[in-house]
C-alpha cells in the first residue's frame, strides 16, 4: 500500500521558515519523480516545487530563491525547506509522487498559514 504523509506545516509569521517533510512508504522510492503542491482558499491547486529521481530540481517563479525540495532517499523522505515565507504561501501543502506514466500518489496534505 503506497502512502505518502506529510509534516511540519503550522502557523508562522511573515518572514519565517518552515520545513516540511513527505515521508513515503509502498514505492521504490529512487526512482520516483516527487513533487510539492499547494492549493489556497479559492484557488486552483498549483505546483510549487518539484525534484526528479536523479535529483533535478525546478521552482515555481513565486517561489524561486526562497524555497528549496530535497529528497533523501535512505529515508523515504522529500523536503520542503520554506523561507522568507509571505502570506500569499499560506495554503495547504501537498507531495505527491510518480515515475514516467504510471500511477501518480498524493498525500493527504499539510496546512501552512502565514500571518501578516
Known amino acids: 500500500q503506497v502512502q505518502l504523509v506529510e509534516s511540519g506545516g503550522g502557523l508562522v509569521q511573515a518572514g519565517g521558515a518552515l520545513r516540511l517533510s513527505c515521508a513515503a512508504s509502498?514505492?521504490?522510492?529512487?526512482?520516483?519523480?516527487l513533487r510539492w503542491h499547494r492549493q489556497a482558499p479559492g484557488k486552483q491547486r498549483e505546483l510549487v516545487a518539484a525534484?526528479?529521481?536523479?535529483?533535478?530540481?525546478n521552482y515555481a517563479d513565486s517561489v524561486k530563491g526562497r524555497f528549496t525540495i530535497s529528497r533523501d532517499n535512505a529515508n523515504n523522505t522529500v523536503y520542503l525547506q520554506m523561507n522568507s515565507l509571505k502570506p500569499e504561501d499560506t495554503g495547504v501543502y501537498y507531495c505527491a509522487g510518480s515515475v514516467g506514466r504510471g500511477s501518480d500518489y498524493w498525500g493527504q496534505g499539510t496546512q501552512v498559514t502565514v500571518s501578516s
Open positions: 509502498g514505492i521504490i522510492f529512487r526512482i520516483f519523480n
Open positions: 525534484i526528479t529521481a536523479g535529483g533535478s530540481t
